[in-house]
Structures are given as structure tokens and as C-alpha cells.
T-cell receptor, first 114, second 112 residues
Framework: KNQVEQSPQSLIILEGKNCTLQ??????????LRWYKQDTGRGPVSLTIMTFSENTKSNGRYTATLDADTKQSSLHITASQLSDSASYIC?????????????FGKGTHLIIQP | GAVVSQHPSRVICKSGTSVKIECRSLDFQATTMFWYRQFPKQSLMLMATSNEGSKATYEQGVEKDKFLINHASLTLSTLTVTSAHPEDSSFYICSAGTLQAFFGQGTRLTVV
């Protein structure tokens, strides 16, 4: 069964600090991995999308890494801002063609404190 | 980038009534859209696949007669929650796009 596990479940850091969120997955066959930011009461917004051959991808202060061998990904947030407070969801797409082909993690709830 | 618009963002309805939620792809055509349900602090759960011009495909455990899906055009899918009950209260999200899923803003449904 395809699974995506995220850690930590929740995280509180001070504004300006960096943090790293983890995602481990067992999805086969692998197509791509996405990180989404979901503000409370809003739909997820894409941060990065990474394919098998990509190791690192940045989007502003967000940097995602992917290790396809160990099936791990991380999302690093640099110089956090209050607006970064949200849930961050790791989503892995399989190429098996079933339904939406997506397996969602439960997310990491990040709180940035002033 | 591509945008998916969902309406309304919030709705409160009485038990027994029906509620319609719209999902529009604004700058691309979507032959397939997806509807999800999300409970607090949980991941998105796929409810059904909306197929333009044909019947929707429902995930196991989702009642097709309760959650009516219509995908009459390449840019619009609707989800109608019929005979709503308080337990239907949830956050409903649609998505479109194949290589990269674009999500709507979500609809907070509260049934009283």
C-alpha cells in the first residue's frame, strides 16, 4: 500500500529561524513528489514538484530535496516569516494510473512565533 | 500559473437541504477533476473523479447518490451534497491538472 509519512507532526519556531520538514514515502511506481503549503481554511498551494532525477529544487525561501534511493524528501524553510505558519503537505504521485494517482501525507503543522 | 477557482468558500445549511459546490478551471481545460474531503488535521481524502461528459468515478465508501457530481463542460465540475446531515460538515476541495495538481480554495460546509 502506498504511504507517505511526514515528521514532525507539528513544529513551533521563532520568526527568522530556519526549519526542515521531513517526508518518507513508499509509493511505487514513483512519478513525482510535491510539497504544498496549506493555510488554515484554504486549499493547498504548490511549492515545488520534483521528479526522480532531481535532487534539489528551490522556490524562494523554500528548498526541497529528494533522495529517490532512500525515498526521502525534505523541505527547508529559511529565515521563517509569520506568514509561513501553515500546514505543509508532502504528496507523491505514482505512475500507475489509478484515480488521481496521489498519496497525501498528513502534513506538518508549522507555527511561527514572533 | 494555472488557477482553479472554487465557490463558495463557506456555506452553512440546514439538515436535509442540498448544497452545490462549483469548481472551475480558469485558464485551462480539464477533462478530469477530483473532489476531496478533509477533516481537521487530516490529509485530503479522494472522494471521486469527475469526468467531463461521463459519469463520475467514486472511491470506495463514498455514496454516489449523496454526493452528486456533474462535469458538463471542460472548465466546470459541480459537487452537490444532497440531504445534508451534520456529519457531512467538512472541508471540500477540488483539483484539476494532470502533471501538477492545482487545488481550489476549498469550501467549508457546516450543516446545522
Amino acid at each position: 500500500k502506498n504511504q507517505v509519512e511526514q515528521s514532525p507532526q507539528s513544529l513551533i519556531i521563532l520568526e527568522g529561524k530556519n526549519c526542515t520538514l521531513q517526508c518518507n514515502y513508499t509509493v511505487s511506481p514513483f512519478s513525482n513528489l510535491r510539497w504544498y503549503k496549506q493555510d488554515t481554511g484554504r486549499g493547498p498551494v504548490s511549492l515545488t514538484i520534483m521528479t526522480f532525477s532531481e535532487n534539489t529544487k528551490s522556490n524562494g525561501r523554500y528548498t526541497a530535496t529528494l533522495d529517490a534511493d532512500t525515498k526521502q524528501s525534505s523541505l527547508h524553510i529559511t529565515a521563517s516569516q509569520l506568514s509561513d505558519s501553515a500546514s505543509y503537505i508532502c504528496v507523491v504521485r505514482d505512475s500507475g494510473g489509478g484515480a488521481d494517482g496521489l498519496t497525501f501525507g498528513k502534513g506538518t503543522h508549522l507555527i511561527i512565533q514572533p | 500559473g494555472a488557477v482553479v477557482s472554487q465557490h463558495p468558500s463557506r456555506v452553512i445549511c440546514k439538515s436535509g437541504t442540498s448544497v452545490k459546490i462549483e469548481c472551475r478551471s480558469l485558464d485551462f481545460q480539464a477533462t478530469t477533476m477530483f473532489w476531496y474531503r478533509q477533516f481537521p488535521k487530516q490529509s485530503l481524502m479522494l472522494m471521486a473523479t469527475s469526468n467531463e461528459g461521463s459519469k463520475a468515478t467514486y472511491e470506495q465508501g463514498v455514496e454516489k447518490d449523496k454526493f452528486l457530481i456533474n462535469h458538463a463542460s471542460l472548465t466546470l465540475s459541480t459537487l452537490t451534497v444532497t440531504s445534508a446531515h451534520p456529519e457531512d460538515s467538512s472541508f471540500y476541495i477540488c483539483s484539476a491538472g494532470t502533471l501538477q495538481a492545482f487545488f481550489g480554495q476549498g469550501t467549508r460546509l457546516t450543516v446545522v
